[in-house]
């Protein structure tokens, strides 16, 4: 019976899936980090306070819907969720429905200061992303209000568009950041990343104008509509066993690149400014008054070999027995979509398919209060989320304001989120010298009894720790240092 609901709910575009957006938000725009901080914007590599920058691990994994809410306490007990007891349903909304999930692994990663104004980063990261809905709320209610319900039974149910796509793969990134002007109080930065992609695992699903009724149980009719679903042939040999040897970093390649900005305000203070104690390699990394940065991240894509059972259907039938479209036990995924395919009309279709990234728009604003106090905002626009393409993976549109306190080896960050569904968050992320750990939405889902979304993200990185300020080859002053040096003041 599940396996009905879930194939009759994605061939009527009840298709609620996942998606990618900010990676260690708070924390991703503080001047501290570094090498986590090149996703967002590669420009910010340039000027960073660090000679050197080792990502040894991190994690940024985050999941939601706007559909079903769960109760906290049986999801944390990891028991079995009972319907209309442990999850419910938005069912009187009036918008349609979305879900959305990511999962950003940074392995082994490094950022290099070539000197004060240039450097150079390599991030390996693997990645899986997703993003589908569109769905109406009156169809997603037929297919989860216990179903089936003949409550539901002689009424049409119709949708324009519903999506579904799911998209992992591995990245090799190399970046080049420089500061391209230097001249009085402006400074302006500029960065590209260049990505070499391997492709693991690729699938989508799209329905458009559909419109069907369940006379029974057991018989539907299905009055227009089409559909279109692929996925990469390596996954029809997908070893269910050893999930390791699927992977191969080099396999399906494509081709990917970030490009960043970032200007900085610096104005004249007299030589005299509010630097921390503690020796930076580059101490005048943070003596900006306020900065702007734009950025577009995750251009490009990968292009696949469809499955032979992947196809492009008109779904039209009358009494259709819905009990078909069930996987059966033991069927395996290519030998249950060929028989799906065989019980509709083919329409025309292409051997491959080109899955685009998430393509993204960054934008950032900082300003620093005094030193140790600053206050960012950051924004997210998803630039792939329209209908007219069937092969991508799509960004979660957000905006993020996120108050932090700064010092060399510790850093607390407070993101205040919204994003594109009205669902606002508050969170935490803290930094305390290589490990960094926090949520962006942890203060919220401590309060609620029942949650559907959440996210964390926990990073461990190696960084030069000097707790002898005169220790470094340029000692602190920042600002400070650099006018006393143009007025010609003489060495104390």
């Given at each position: ?21 900010q990676v260690f938000p708070g924390y991703h725009t503080s001047q501290y980090a570094g090498i986590h901080a090149v996703p967002f914007n590669p420009a910010l590599a340039a000027g ?214 970032v200007y900085e305000w610096r104005p004249d203070n007299d030589g005299f400014n509010t630097m921390q104690e503690g020796g930076d390699w580059n101490p005048d990394a943070d003596t900006w008054k306020a900065r702007i940065a734009v950025s577009i991240v995750d251009i ?193």
């Amino acid at each position: 019976m599940l396996h009905t609901r879930l194939l009759i709910a994605m061939l009527m575009l009840c298709a609620a899936v996942s998606t990618q957006a900010q990676v260690f938000p708070g924390y991703h725009t503080s001047q501290y980090a570094g090498i986590h901080a090149v996703p967002f914007n590669p420009a910010l590599a340039a000027g960073t306070r660090y000679r050197w920058d080792v990502n040894i691990v991190g994690l940024d994994a985050k999941a939601g819907n706007t559909y079903i809410r769960a109760n906290k306490s049986s999801l944390l007990s990891g028991d079995k969720l009972v319907r209309n007891v442990d999850y419910f349903p938005d069912s009187t909304a009036t918008r349609k429905q979305y879900g959305w999930g990511s999962a950003d692994l940074m392995l082994p990663s490094v950022l290099y200061s070539i000197d004060e104004r240039q450097s150079v980063a390599f991030t390996w990261r693997v990645r899986g992303s997703s993003y589908g809905g569109g769905v109406e709320t009156s169809t997603a209610n037929f297919f989860t209000l216990n179903y089936p319900n003949p409550r539901f039974f002689d009424r049409t149910f119709a949708d324009n568009y519903g999506s579904g796509m799911g998209h992992a793969w591995n990245e090799f990134g190399f970046s080049y950041a420089r500061v391209i002007k230097d001249q009085g109080d402006h400074r302006w930065k500029a960065g590209i990343t260049v990505k070499y992609l391997g492709g693991q695992a690729a699938a989508y699903g799209v329905g458009r104008d559909a419109a069907f009724v369940f006379e029974d149980r057991n018989r539907v009719d299905i009055n227009s509509g089409k559909f279109f679903y692929g996925y990469n042939e390596g996954l029809d040999e997908w070893d269910k066993n050893n999930q390791l040897s699927n992977f191969s970093p080099f396999q399906n390649p494509g081709i990917g690149a970030d490009i960043g900005v970032v200007y900085e305000w610096r104005p004249d203070n007299d030589g005299f400014n509010t630097m921390q104690e503690g020796g930076d390699w580059n101490p005048d990394a943070d003596t900006w008054k306020a900065r702007i940065a734009v950025s577009i991240v995750d251009i490009g894509g990968i292009s696949y070999k469809k499955s032979a059972t992947s196809a492009d259907l008109d779904m039209r039938a009358q009494d259709f027995p819905a009990s078909l479209l069930n996987k059966r036990k033991e069927e395996s995924m290519r030998a249950w979509t060929s028989r799906l395919s065989s019980m509709f009309t083919p329409l025309e279709t292409d051997e491959k398919f080109y899955m685009n990234l998430p393509t993204s728009l960054n934008l950032m604003g900082d300003y620093n209060i005094d030193g140790r106090f600053f206050v960012s905002a950051s924004a997210t626009i998803a630039l792939n989320g329209g209908k007219k393409d069937d092969n991508k993976t799509t960004a979660l549109t957000q905006f993020q304001i996120t108050p932090r306190w700064e010092s060399t080896h510790l850093g607390a960050y407070l993101p205040i989120q919204v994003n594109r569904f009205g669902q606002a968050d508050a969170g935490v992320a803290l930094r305390a010298g290589p490990l960094v750990l926090g949520s962006a939405s942890l203060f919220t889902n401590l309060f609620r009894e029942n949650i559907n979304h959440a996210d964390v993200f926990v990073a461990l990185r190696i960084i030069p720790i000097r707790f002898n300020k005169w220790s470094w080859d340029k000692g602190n002053g920042g600002i400070f240092r650099k006018k006393r040096n143009q007025l010609g003041c003489p060495d104390i």
